[in-house]
């Protein structure tokens, strides 16, 4: 028959839902508080307490000083009585031995009861908040608990979770234990437990749902490459698959939209757009602007204005395209990550007829095409008087705004292509130290500096590059004018910029290291000169040689290991060619080679016949040291060295 204790424990393991040590830890916690308090005990001393699983036995155990004459029985003890439990003790030493009060099982009982529930308590929030830490990302299924104008508080089991206002989907109604499926947005600590905020509006919860209803995700046949979610209103999907012969949408959708119509009733009747995915940028805006019919696309990957697509479509698909309040373009936008311009096919052609007609880039392609553009002409002026267009004129149309539309996007590549060949000649004319040096230190005024500083210039080069380009662009910042650019311009042009440290690379044996077009190993930045210089002396230390001495030639290792000579760590990532560069590990591998160094040096006084002590020889290992310099800000080598009768710090 099981004791009053087994059963009382295995209901509070149950009822917290927690492991029996957890429980029994917090209990033998408990006594050990219950007995420091009722004897007043010292926090430094040492105290045990062992609990009888079976009986609910408390035994309590406190370190105490082994004494001939026992003064104070709290924190001494009796040789003999010490003997008793250790026999190869002797006075003066400690030792843990039973000290359980006689009344202990009363007084811990009314004493340690707080502390038991606090720390289950803590135990249970802990427990609950690992739970669900893993959860974070992740969809689960709650019950609605209490509704507030604020919040919805769901029920997650052992725990409840907070579902905000603005993670709701707009117009969506709860009511008291509605069974509802929520996105686990958010999961941290408080004094209260763990706080977990669900959500129920954001876009990987449709990729849940997504990845639940339909089989083909899950098993890697299709991949959902893009989520554009406005929550209650749109929703769109891009799939592609991953293996020939599988239909990304078929899939998604299902056999007469049965997977499809699952989610949308999930998310309060929300529209979903599954569109297949398409590496061609045109074609894919075009999809995305489903369900309207797309005449064309025409991009435009402008330096300044970023990536922006014109679409043309046709006049009665136009509000099918923008959607209600502009949802379906700005849906569209995101799913593709450019800015799109929607233009209807009279509006799009009457543009390209101005811009051929005015522009003197155009002159000849329009005497070339002056018979089509007649015809577009007439076709536009029949729109403006409202008499019906055929629909060979508006085939005429559409192939008018292709044909001008291309020619622009031809000059656009022109221009761009020659501003990138500016700007690489311009780049090469700046002094390469000065994208290294901050617009701070050059000497400009607190006002020149403050006004370029707001515009984002950071360096001088980007100021100095910027003038080359276009000087007309500083002058047109607020409050800038031709006394600043002067003074920008005389600052910059005189100051002495620091030379770029060469980039020394050895071969290492063994390991091949593939280099840019610029000369520079693949996955590296070039080092700075502080670093290159701190790095050598560390070199130059660990072979022996003094600061300003030649040091000796270094033997190469094993492509794994790291070579002195070599300003950081290799490693080989599998493929040919190919290193990671780490700097962190060539300083821990350096400061490993710095102690065998060590240990080897002391190795040969010992051989050369120099008693040197325990003691000396642990200190002998710490005359070098790896050491963060704070001023600097890199690691620096320190190395004693004894000169004379002193010891001297040198340091890189």
Not at 45 to 57: L, P, R, Y
Not at 378 to 403: H, I, M, N, S, W
Request: hydrophobic share 40%; with cysteine; aromatic share 4%.
């Amino acid at each position: 028959m099981k004791s009053e204790f087994t059963l009382a424990f295995n209901e509070i393991t149950e009822r917290f839902g927690l492991s029996q040590d957890t429980v029994m830890e917090a209990l033998e916690a408990a006594m050990v508080s219950a007995y420091r308090r009722s004897v007043n005990a010292s926090t430094a001393q040492i105290v045990e307490a062992k609990i009888d699983a079976e009986t609910g036995e408390v035994r309590v155990y406190a370190e105490k000083e082994v004494v001939d004459s026992v003064e104070n029985p709290q924190t001494e003890v009796a040789l003999d009585v010490a003997r008793g439990v250790d026999p190869l003790v002797e006075s003066g030493g400690m030792l843990l031995v039973e000290s359980t009060p006689k009344d202990f099982g009363r007084v811990a009982a009314q004493t340690a009861k707080q502390v038991i529930l606090q720390r289950l308590r803590e135990a249970e929030r802990d427990a609950q908040y690992d739970e669900f830490i893993e959860r974070e990302g992740d969809m689960v299924h709650g019950t609605v608990h209490s509704i507030t104008p604020q919040a919805v508080t769901v029920g997650l089991g052992r725990a409840e979770a907070i579902l905000p206002r603005n993670q709701q989907i707009p117009g969506e109604q709860f009511r008291v234990r509605d069974r509802i499926r929520v996105y686990v947005l958010e999961v941290r600590k408080s004094s209260r437990g763990p706080v977990i905020v669900v959500s129920r509006t954001h876009p990987h919860m449709l990729r849940r749902l997504l990845e639940m209803e339909v089989p083909e995700i899950n098993q890697g046949l299709v991949e959902i490459k893009a989520i554009a979610r406005e929550a209650g209103k749109r929703a769109k999907v891009a799939v592609a698959a991953l293996r020939d012969g599988v239909d990304p949408v078929g899939a998604c959708v299902g056999l007469r939209g049965v997977r499809i119509q699952s989610i949308v009733r999930d998310l309060n009747d929300e529209k979903i757009d599954v569109i297949e995915w398409n590496s061609d940028p045109a074609t894919f805006i075009a999809k995305a602007l489903s369900p309207a019919r797309v005449s064309g696309v025409f991009l435009d990957e402008g330096l300044d204005r970023g990536k922006t697509a014109m679409v043309v479509v046709p006049e009665d698909q136009l509000s099918l395209a923008i959607g209600r309040a502009g949802v379906n373009a700005r849906l569209g936008a995101r799913l593709t990550g450019w800015r799109i311009d929607i233009k209807s096919l009279p509006e799009a052609g009457a543009d390209a007829l101005n811009r051929l007609t005015t522009d003197e880039a155009f002159a000849e392609m329009a005497k070339a095409q002056a018979e089509r553009v007649s015809q577009v002409e007439v076709v536009l002026a029949k729109k403006a008087e409202g008499r019906p267009v055929t629909p060979e004129e508006y085939t005429v149309l559409t192939a008018f705004v292709d044909l001008v539309q291309k020619a622009l996007e031809e000059r656009r590549d022109v221009r761009r292509r020659d501003y990138v060949q500016k700007l690489e000649e311009v780049r090469a004319g700046v002094p390469a130290g000065a994208y290294a040096t901050p617009l701070v230190q050059v000497g400009l005024s607190t006002r020149v500096f403050g006004l370029l500083q707001e515009a984002g210039y950071e360096t001088a080069g980007q100021a100095l590059e910027q003038i080359a380009l276009d000087p007309d662009k500083i002058l047109g910042l607020s409050g800038f004018g031709p006394k600043a650019m002067e003074e920008l311009k005389q600052v910059l042009e005189t100051y002495e910029y620091p030379e770029p440290a060469p980039q020394v690379f050895e071969a290492v044996e063994g390991v091949e290291v593939s280099l840019d077009s610029t000369g520079v190993p693949v996955g590296k930045a070039p080092l700075a000169e502080a670093e290159l210089q701190a790095e050598s002396k560390a070199v130059a230390a660990e072979v022996g040689a003094l600061p300003g001495e030649e040091a000796a030639p270094l033997e190469v290792l094993e492509p794994a290991e790291v070579v002195g000579a070599i300003p950081v760590a290799m490693e080989a990532t599998g493929e040919p060619g190919q290193v990671i560069l780490d700097v962190e590990q060539a300083f821990e591998q350096l400061a490993g080679q710095l102690a065998v160094v060590d240990e080897v040096a002391d190795d040969e006084e010992e051989e050369e016949g120099t008693l040197v002590s325990p003691k000396k020889a642990k200190k002998k290992k710490g005359v070098r040291t790896i050491e963060y310099d704070p001023v600097t800000g890199e690691m620096v080598v320190k190395r004693r060295r004894k000169r004379g009768e002193e010891w001297e710090d040198f340091s890189p």
